[in-house]
């Protein structure tokens, strides 16, 4: 596709749920990441993916969130037993390699009642 | 560690005028770009402006220009003749240039409102 894409647009989920939200790169690009974004707040980096080298996940806040990225295209980011706080918006980027200009996705916002 | 400053956390400005945005940051390194996103209500990050800090001359896109003083760590964003649509966050962002892997680091934003 031209840009990058996230599915849904919108969840709302229930506290203690689990969801899952999906991200799609720009094809050939081999970076990929994961931000959260809280109400009217700036970026919060979760995760990162290079190519075949293992992620860098130092942004990740608990154990109950995962994320995997298969065949170095399509990523997946796991909540898992979903909390009031994990409520936001979770952007996804990618980019060429690491070191190069970062192309958004519209993002995924997530509410959890 | 790499951190970048956006002072301003919310700013207005009428129409037409023209408004500044800054942006400082603190780095070792010698080899890196800069770069100004902008986040609209409807939450799709868009690059405005990208710097390559080798580069003495300030980057343009057409009514965006930025002030980079290397000297000073300073990267301010200038938006002239504002328009309504520019309303939205705008971030501020460093990365490294010699590794391939690293992340880049964003400001906290400023919010600007374009007033009509």
């Known amino acids: 596709g031209a840009g990058v894409s996230q599915s849904p647009s919108n969840k709302v989920t229930e506290k203690g749920k689990d969801v899952e939200l999906r991200c799609d790169p720009i094809s050939g690009h081999t970076a990929l990441y994961w931000y959260r974004q809280s109400l009217g707040q700036g970026l919060e980096f979760l995760i990162y993916?290079?190519?075949?080298?293992?992620?860098?996940k130092s942004g990740l806040p608990s154990d109950r969130f995962s994320a995997e990225r298969t065949g170095g295209s399509v990523s997946t980011l796991t909540i898992q037993r979903t909390q009031q706080e994990d409520s936001a918006v979770y952007l996804c980027?990618?980019?060429?390699?690491?070191?190069?200009?970062?192309?958004f996705g519209p993002g995924t916002r997530l509410t959890v009642l | 560690a790499q951190t970048v400053t956006q002072s301003q956390p919310e700013m207005s400005v009428q129409e037409a005028e023209t408004v500044t945005l800054s942006c400082t940051y603190d780095t070792s390194e010698n080899n890196y770009y800069l770069f100004w996103y902008k986040q609209p209500p409807s939450r799709q990050m868009i690059l405005v402006i990208r710097q390559e800090a080798y580069k003495q001359q300030n980057a343009t896109e057409n009514r965006f220009s930025v002030n980079f003083q290397k000297a000073a760590k300073s990267f301010s964003l200038k938006i002239s003749d504002s328009q309504l649509g520019d309303t939205a966050m705008y971030f501020c962002a460093f990365m490294k240039r010699m590794n391939r892997d690293d992340k880049i680091i964003f400001g906290k934003g400023t919010r600007l409102h374009i007033l009509p």
């Open positions: 993916f290079q190519g075949n080298s293992a992620p860098d």
């Open positions: 980027a990618s980019s060429r390699w690491g070191a190069d200009t970062q192309y």
